[in-house]
Nanobody, 123 residues
């Protein structure tokens, strides 16, 4: 069992930045891939970025790749999502997720989820 807890969400003006954190506990995540998803009201849960814990390989879609950066701190069992140049359309609940071994982009491929943290971007 892996437990994930997100933090760092809040209200920010368009063009501003936030850094989200996700701390893992329980079973080791050393062989896991961890990811960020987001979900706005009435929308499907959308893949944002992912990273492998051991190798640090990252992947994110082109739609956010120039603004969002995923990273990890192995000593703290924590991954981060640095979000820059935020836009109102980035407003959503952001979730941390984990799955064994490899990166995937579909939410149903992930086994463990955090509770989410709200990000609101005002214009």
């Amino acid at each position: 069992q892996v437990q994930l807890v997100e933090s760092g969400g809040g209200l920010v003006q368009a063009g501003g930045s936030l850094r989200l954190s996700c701390t893992a506990s329980g079973r080791t995540v050393s062989t896991y891939a961890l990811a960020w998803f987001r979900q706005a009201p009435g929308k499907e849960r959308q893949f944002v970025a992912a990273i492998t814990w051991s190798g640090g390989t990252t992947y994110s879609p082109e739609s956010v790749k120039d603004r969002f950066i995923i990273s990890r701190d192995n000593a703290k069992n924590t991954i981060y999502l640095q979000m820059n140049s935020l836009k109102p359309e980035d407003t959503a609940v952001y979730y941390c997720a984990a799955r064994p071994l490899t990166i995937a982009t579909m939410s149903l491929e992930y086994d463990y989820w955090g509770q989410g943290t709200q990000v609101t971007v005002s214009s």
